[in-house]
Every structure is written in structure tokens, then in C-alpha cells.
């Protein structure tokens, strides 16, 4: 069983989702498992390990955007889950063997959704998500497409960066929309995710730039490395890492955040930023760690 989320059960998936991550296509993807946990937590990873892995590709879609697909596995009760990284992390293809998308084209208009009572108490369920990943594609050059999987389900690929794996849609507007989750929407003591901002031109040089001026400590920077092995974590768990105490994890991880280097989740969790992601590689290209 996936994880029915319309019956009286569905608090947990019980299913494991697995991102495929292709250096290239003459050899096999390396693959990571995302092991069965609650609806929100398991969308959280899900999305979280998928952005980190495409920037560290190379790739520039934004979490935002990753999230707003990712999300989109609830109505196929989380089965058989799978999202591959091509073309240096600028191409993503969420597949999934639930039932389907009869209407494709409708499901691009705002406002249409099929999501149902019990699902909204994990997402917005407005139909909100295939329009806002649309509209910043559109403005990005990229392309959108929604087709069917081989035998059962729905295969969504989303592409930046001038790299075509489907039609591109129609740029309408340039203005990219990004919609938060109320609070009413969110689990108990979440909080909201703030947008991540599409990249401009020379943005990952002005970011390098701007992490090579920063002097951090080296448990600081120690931080950094561990955010970059695992993708996303709490104070909880860098305290255990660091072995030091929950309050002086999440000190300096409060810290982090005000310089830029991480950025908060739906969680309270916190994963690298695009500077983060600069400094840790400047830190393992030149070895000068602390």
C-alpha cells in the first residue's frame, strides 16, 4: 500500500520514493532512497534532497518550484514515487504510478484541482501548483510538460536553462507568481516557506563572490559541510552531529540564516543556500578548512 491519504489511515507512507541522479546517460544513475515517514516529512525530503542534488549538478530551478511538483504526488497516493535529475540538474521528471491526469490541459488553468478534504490538510489543494510552475517557467526559458507513464500514472518534466525535453509553453508574462501556504494550511507549528528567487545572469559568480568575504568558524563551517552531506537538518539533529546542545545548534543555525548560508523550510529545518552552496565549494576545491 502507498499512502492513502482519503480513508482513516494515510497519517504515514508506508512506500520508499527514490531520486535517480544522471552524471550522464552512458552510465547508470546513482540512486537515493527517501524511506516511508509522514505526509508532510516525506514531501519535505522529497523536495529537499531533489533541490540539493540538482544544484549540485549545477542546475538552477528554484526549490519553490520543485516543492509545488513534489506536492503533486499526493494524489497519486505516493506510488512507486521517482524524480531523475538530467542535464546537470536543469531538467527534473517526477514520475509516479497512481491514477493518472485525464485533462492535462485543464489541470494548467488556476483554480482546478481534484484534491480532497483529507489532502488539504498537507497542501493548499487550490490548484495552484501547475500554474505557478507554468508561469515561472515561461519566464525562464524553460519548459513544462505532463504526460502519461508507460503503464499506469503520470510522468511531469520541468526544464530551465534553454534545455528542451518537451514543448515549451507559451510565455504569457514575465512576472513569475509564487503563493505561501496559509497559516491555516500548514501542520501544527510549521511555518511558511519564503519563495526562492529564480537565478539571474552572473548570480552564482555573485554568489561565490559573496561567500569568499565571509569568515565563519570552524564549527561553522562545519554546519555547511553537514548541510551539504545530508540536505536538510534541524537543530535536533546538528546538535547530535556537532555534539554540542540543542540551543547552540540553534544558535548557529539562527546565525546561518542572518548571513544568508541557509534557509529555513516548512520543517523549521534548514538547508543550504545558493551563497551555502558556494562557500562549501570553495571550502572543498581549496581544502581550507578550519
Known amino acids: 500500500m502507498g499512502g492513502t491519504i482519503d480513508g482513516t489511515e494515510g497519517i504515514l507512507i508506508h512506500d520508499t520514493a527514490r531520486i535517480a541522479v544522471y552524471d550522464d546517460l552512458l552510465s547508470a544513475p546513482r540512486v537515493v532512497d527517501i524511506q516511508p515517514q509522514g505526509v508532510l516529512e516525506f514531501i519535505e525530503a522529497i523536495a529537499a ?9 549545477g542546475g538552477s530551478l528554484p526549490y519553490t518550484v520543485i516543492r509545488e511538483i513534489t506536492e503533486n504526488f499526493i494524489h497519486a497516493g505516493f506510488l512507486e514515487c ?8 536543469d531538467t527534473l521528471r517526477f514520475a509516479d504510478q497512481g491514477p493518472g491526469i485525464s485533462k492535462k490541459d485543464l489541470v494548467l488553468q488556476p483554480g482546478v484541482s481534484s484534491a480532497t478534504r483529507r489532502m488539504k ?3 493548499r489543494g487550490v490548484g495552484s501548483g501547475f500554474p505557478i510552475v507554468r508561469e515561472y517557467l515561461a519566464s525562464s ?15 511531469v518534466t520541468i526544464t530551465v536553462s534553454g534545455t528542451d525535453t518537451g514543448e515549451a509553453e ?11 501556504p496559509s497559516s491555516s494550511e500548514l501542520a501544527p507549528g510549521a511555518e511558511a516557506v519564503a519563495p526562492a528567487r529564480a537565478p539571474t545572469p552572473g548570480a552564482a559568480q555573485a554568489g561565490e563572490a559573496q561567500a569568499s568575504d565571509l569568515e565563519l568558524s570552524a564549527r561553522e563551517e562545519q554546519a555547511l ?16 552531529f ?15 540564516e542572518q548571513l544568508g548560508m541557509v534557509e529555513s523550510t516548512q520543517l523549521k529545518k534548514r538547508i543550504l543556500s545558493n551563497v551555502g552552496m558556494a562557500y562549501v565549494q570553495e571550502l572543498l576545491v581549496s581544502g581550507s578548512l578550519h
Open 121 to 123: 490538510d498537507y497542501i
Open 82 to 89: 521517482t524524480v531523475s535529475i538530467l542535464d546537470r540538474g
Open 242 to 256: 556537532l555534539a554540542v546542545s540543542a540551543p547552540t545548534a540553534t544558535r548557529l543555525l539562527q546565525k546561518l
Open 225 to 240: 559541510l553537514l548541510l551539504n552531506e545530508h540536505g536538510m537538518l534541524g537543530p535536533v539533529d546538528l546538535a547530535v
Open 170 to 180: 507559451p510565455a504569457a508574462t514575465p512576472k513569475p507568481v509564487f503563493l505561501t
Open 141 to 155: 526559458h524553460g519548459s513544462l510538460s505532463i504526460e502519461d507513464n508507460a503503464e499506469e500514472g503520470v510522468v
Open 49 to 57: 534532497t531533489s533541490y540539493e542534488f540538482s544544484r549540485q549538478q
